[in-house]
């Protein structure tokens, strides 16, 4: 257990120093942050024109009010902000380092490989306009639909919101551990983004076999929508016990997964 204790310490503070780094990188190059940041402030407003039309014509989808809407689409755009800022970059770069061997020098390093590929670098520019028009969307909305904003509504969300980080950290890692066999992940980074797209609009648009699917079998719905679905109150005895189940289930799966992957690893000097 003293042994668990330290090595968690030793990786907490690790991830601080490759945080460090990541901001004196983009402070080095602050051209690059701050085209980054335009970049995704004018992708957010894009985004945003789907809530805008739901406000315009004041309708519901399957009974979800344009208020509620409102919380999915904050919460789909907080959980974008967590996905760029801390996954993105290093879940597209495993296949370069399977590629070009750098994944060799992270090996001989005295900490967790899958560690150090999935979190070695952090992005500052892109997540500051996506939590921050999230936050404010996710609030708006608490006020207009008058829910009581108690300390047991504001912690079970930001506990639904780890427990949702989790499960995307698994769903969206494994499928690039494939490019131990391919190589080269292209094909699978779009077939990501075209099922994270899925999470644009509610769950409750898509039909229920899709829903079930997005759920427990996949669970892309489950990331963007599990927070929402808590804070308007939708949240069944199954879909609770869920929330504390998936992202276990999730993360054994995609660490069983990443084992088996490096046992067929062919080094490049090999």
């Known amino acids: 257990m003293e042994y668990s204790l330290k090595e968690v310490q030793k990786h907490w503070r690790m991830f601080g120093i490759f945080a460090k780094n990541s901001l004196i990188g983009y402070m080095e190059y602050r051209a690059n942050f701050y085209s980054s940041l335009c970049m995704e402030i004018v992708f957010l407003f894009s985004k945003l024109i789907y809530i ?25 755009t907080i959980m974008i902000a967590i996905y760029t800022g801390l996954f ?50 996710v ?27 989790i499960v995307m950290y698994s769903v969206l890692l494994l499928p690039q551990i494939l490019s131990f066999w391919t190589v080269k992940s292209g094909s699978i980074t779009e077939m990501l983004d075209k099922c994270w797209d899925l999470n644009n609009m509610p769950m409750y648009i898509y039909p ?12 892309i719905l489950f990331i963007t929508n599990m ?22 289930l999730s993360f054994v799966a995609v660490r069983l997964f990443w084992k088996m992957a490096l046992k067929r690893y062919a080094s490049a000097s090999s």
């Not at 805008?52 to 789909?76: A, C, H, K, R």
């Not at 229920?208 to 669970?219: A, C, E």
Request: zero cysteines.
């Open 208 to 219: 229920q076999w899709l829903r079930r699917m997005g759920l427990y079998v996949v669970p």
């Open 227 to 248: 927070p929402s679905v808590y804070m308007i109150e939708r949240l069944d005895t199954l879909l609770t016990v869920w929330i504390m189940a998936a992202p276990v």
């Open 139 to 165: 609030v708006m909305a608490w006020q207009r639909l008058v829910i009581e904003p108690s300390f047991i509504h504001i912690a079970g969300y930001i506990g639904v919101i780890l427990s949702s980080t």
């Open 52 to 76: 805008l039309f739901v406000f315009q014509l004041g309708i519901e989808i399957n009974g979800i009010s344009p208020d509620e809407m409102l919380i999915f689409t904050g919460t789909y």
């Open 88 to 137: 993105m970059d290093n879940f597209y770069g495993l296949s370069g380092h399977i590629r070009n061997g750098t994944l060799d020098m992270y090996m001989t390093k005295p900490l967790s490989l899958q560690f150090m590929i999935s979190l070695r670098h952090v992005n500052f520019a892109l997540p500051i306009p996506n939590l921050i028009a999230g936050i404010t969307m």
